[in-house]
Nanobody, 115 residues
Framework: QVQLVESGGGLVQSGGSLRLSCAASGFTFSRFAMSWYRQVPGKERELVATISAGGITNYEDIMKGRFTISRDNAKNTVYLQMNSLKPEDTAVYYC?????????WGQGTQVTVSS
């Protein structure tokens, strides 16, 4: 079965960096686009970035220049490098894959940015 496990979250000061990882299993990782989302309590989950099977990346405007999504197909892992973090980046971060019209999510990892 499809499994996604995020890691790498934590508490960081404003201006700091974190690298999130999402380890995938249960499907042919290299053939699918992967996405990172984030959610703040009381708000809808929002898209952060997507990387296609071929490595093409796309970002929401407010993350451009600060966040970088990448993938390592040999390790079945997708990453989110987050730099110049701001308090408003505080959220639970999730990775997602759509396999045969079904969305699969990880359990999320908490990122907290202190001012």
């Amino acid at each position: 079965q499809v499994q996604l496990v995020e890691s790498g979250g934590g508490l960081v000061q404003s201006g700091g960096s974190l690298r999130l990882s999402c380890a995938a299993s249960g499907f042919t990782f290299s053939r699918f686009a992967m996405s990172w989302y984030r959610q703040v309590p009381g708000k809808e989950r929002e898209l952060v970035a997507t990387i296609s099977a071929g490595g093409i990346t796309n970002y929401e405007d407010i993350m451009k220049g600060r966040f970088t999504i990448s993938r390592d197909n040999a390790k079945n892992t997708v990453y989110l490098q987050m730099n110049s973090l701001k308090p408003e980046d505080t959220a639970v971060y999730y990775c997602k894959v759509r396999v045969i019209f079904t969305d699969y999510w990880g359990q999320g990892t908490q990122v907290t940015v202190s001012s």
